[in-house]
């Protein structure tokens, strides 16, 4: 057996080892210490001699802290299945506590004190991260229902209701949409205070964007005999180059902060150039509206304080964290007690010569009838998360699906069962799916090896995406979505000529 070196604290190195019920190494992916598979684990080491009572034991999931094994701290997780099978995961901490260990030798004041610094300071950092984790991780449990309420009203959409049921469904639908709108505000302004987003920089027709806005909000504000008005000045270039999604986020926030606070029957937004040079045009956005905004939404908060920024607050507080990003000011402005305006200036390059940009063909759910089921394997642990899959599933009449909530289970299916499909949350009984994926593409049998998988998540920044597309992930959904949405992703993913 040969070990490696590692020192980096940061990333932290994985391996998983997979064991048989006579307690024999089955699988190793062999990243960090080399075993013999077909031979016992407990010949690999004294120390794994204790690790096979486990699999006596009740115990289905146990950790262990700091073992050293070869010159090495590890990590060690065990994970044991019914059948007396399981998997161990291994994840070299050496210099993490090689580190502490230097600091408990060294009795010199000024190193100690250095390090006490050190860890008050990271521990401020994981405050932070615990709280972004925490956000997080309430929005994928609300989402669960959310994401019942509107696959299942999209459903009953698509059936034979009559006119006063349609109208129920519709605002059930409307207010689960707007619950999920907050949910992502709250989840977006902590991560643009916890980190800057990576900005897009590519041509877009500025003039398509704001005929798409007003649309929208023009349809939206008409239903509660309101008015909107866009007056976009003649010296607007008619594209820019940027982040197309941001500045689009950046403007609907600004009128829905408006709609919020309106006490009159009408909202304005004016586009108007400043001037232009070095290749920018200085664009000042300005909504109009009546009724007051509070001064304390202009007060910058940290992200330990998002507890303090009230739940109105929202899409101003996102509102100024994006045009922070995008290098802008922003400022409320009182004509008299009931009129306000919201104020951005905000620098955007434009492109010197004119564009024909091709335009995106429009997304439909095609109508698809198998001759072979399609088998599908769900892993999600949350019961409402089961069902609205079922049920989307169920309706289509293509799919012949089975559920699992343990990983365990789950591991032990890939590698008795064949599958065509694996829709899987981002996280099952504590174990995240970044990390399951990886075992299943270890261990599943050789059917099952290129399985394609599809994330069931909430989590969808592009660092978020770029992670799943590594780990093998195939299609990413994000939570709520709607029956057609999922069954887009299922077919864009599949081979289809193996089920027509």
Do not use: W
């Not at 232009?276 to 009546?290: D, N, Q, T």
């Not at 997304?363 to 609205?388: G, P, S, W």
């Not at 195939?474 to 709520?480: A, L, M, T």
């Amino acid at each position: 057996m040969t070990s490696y070196d590692s020192t980096n604290d940061f990333v932290v190195p994985i391996q998983f080892i997979s064991i048989n019920a006579k307690g024999y190494i089955k699988k190793s992916d062999q990243n960090l210490l080399r075993f013999e598979e077909e031979t016992p684990l407990k010949d690999a080491h004294p120390f794994f001699k204790s690790v096979i009572s486990l699999f006596d034991s009740k115990a289905d999931h146990i950790k262990l802290d700091c073992v050293n094994l070869f010159e090495h701290y590890f990590d060690i997780e065990v994970i044991t299945r019914k059948d007396n099978t399981g998997v161990i995961v291994l994840r070299d901490r050496t210099g993490f506590y090689n580190r502490f260990q230097e600091m408990a030798q060294k009795p010199d004041e000024s190193t100690i004190f250095k390090e006490v610094l050190n860890l008050k300071n990271e521990l401020l950092q994981e405050k932070e991260v615990f709280k972004y984790k925490f956000i997080n991780n309430f929005s994928h449990e609300v989402k669960g229902p959310l994401n019942l309420i509107n696959a299942f009203s999209s459903l009953l959409l698509k059936g034979t209701l009559d006119l006063e049921q349609t109208k129920l469904v519709e605002d059930v639908k409307e207010q689960s949409d707007t619950l999920g709108k907050y949910l992502d505000n709250i989840v977006e302004l902590s991560q643009l205070k916890k980190e800057k987003p990576e900005l897009a920089n590519a041509p877009f027709s500025f003039k398509d964007l704001l005929d798409h806005i007003h649309f929208r909000f023009n349809a939206k504000i008409n239903i509660s005999n309101n008015t909107f008005e866009m007056l976009i000045s003649k010296d607007v270039p008619e594209f820019l180059i940027g982040d197309k999604g941001r500045i689009e986020q950046m403007i609907n926030n600004l009128i829905e902060n408006a709609l919020f606070y309106n006490r009159g029957n009408h909202i304005k937004l004016e586009i108007t150039e400043n001037n232009r040079r070095a290749g920018k045009s200085s664009l000042r956005f300005v909504v109009h509206h009546e009724g007051s905004i509070p001064d304390y939404l202009e007060d910058k908060h940290l992200l330990r304080d998002l507890e303090k920024i009230e739940l109105e607050g929202l899409y101003f507080s996102i509102i100024r964290e994006l045009v922070e990003v995008l290098n802008g000011t922003i400022s409320i402005r009182k004509i008299d007690d009931n009129s306000t305006q919201q104020i951005i200036n905000l620098k955007i390059s434009f492109p010197l010569h004119h564009l024909q940009l091709k335009t995106k063909p429009t997304e439909y759910i095609e109508k698809h009838h198998f001759a072979e089921k399609v088998k599908v394997l769900v892993a999600d642990e949350n019961n409402t998360a089961q069902l609205t899959t079922l049920k989307t599933l169920i309706s289509s009449n293509n799919f012949d699906t089975t559920v699992y909530n343990d990983p365990r289970e789950l591991l032990e299916a890939v590698e008795k069962h064949e599958y065509d499909l694996i829709l899987m949350s981002s996280s099952i009984s504590q174990v995240d799916s970044i990390e399951l994926i990886g075992i299943i593409k270890q261990f599943a049998n050789t059917n099952n090896k290129n399985i394609p998988i599809i994330a069931l998540t909430v989590h969808t920044r592009k660092e978020d995406l770029a992670t799943y597309r590594r780990a093998g992930f195939k299609d990413i959904i994000k939570k709520p979505y709607t029956d057609d949405e999922l069954l887009n992703s299922i077919y864009k993913v599949l081979d289809l000529k193996k089920f027509l």
